[in-house]
């Protein structure tokens, strides 16, 4: 079993920066898998990022690659997401969920989600 909690969503300009956190608990955050969905108003929910157990292998949607990074730090129980270059379309509630399944980009193979946090760039 695992829970999760995000922090660190918030308002920020265009070209801005945040750092969304997600602290789990439960001993088997380690051995699983972690993405970043997101989710806007009147759309579906969003592959954002994924990173596998070890953090070995970091996968990204098409949309945030070169702007977001993902890390994790198993010691913490705490994985990251580095935002980057945000634009007013990267609007929307972000989640973290976690997964037996490494690198999967379907909201389907997430077992643990969080509450999510919101993230706001204004133009």
């Known amino acids: 079993q695992v829970q999760l909690v995000e922090s660190g969503g918030g308002l920020v300009q265009t070209g801005g920066s945040l750092r969304l956190s997600c602290a789990a608990s439960g001993r088997t955050f380690s051995s699983a898998a972690m993405g970043w969905f997101r989710e806007a108003p009147g759309k579906e929910r969003e592959f954002v990022a994924a990173?596998?157990?070890?953090?070995?292998?970091?996968y990204y949607g098409d949309s945030v690659k070169g702007r977001f990074t993902i890390s994790r730090d198993n010691g913490k129980n705490t994985g990251y997401l580095q935002m980057n270059s945000l634009k007013p379309e990267d609007t929307a509630v972000y989640y973290c969920?976690?997964?037996?399944?490494?690198?999967?980009?379907?909201?389907?193979?997430?077992?643990?989600w969080g509450q999510g946090t919101q993230v706001t760039v204004s133009s």
């Open positions: 990173i596998s157990w070890s953090g070995g292998n970091t």
């Open positions: 969920a976690a997964s037996r399944a490494s690198g999967s980009y379907y909201t389907y193979d997430y077992a643990w």
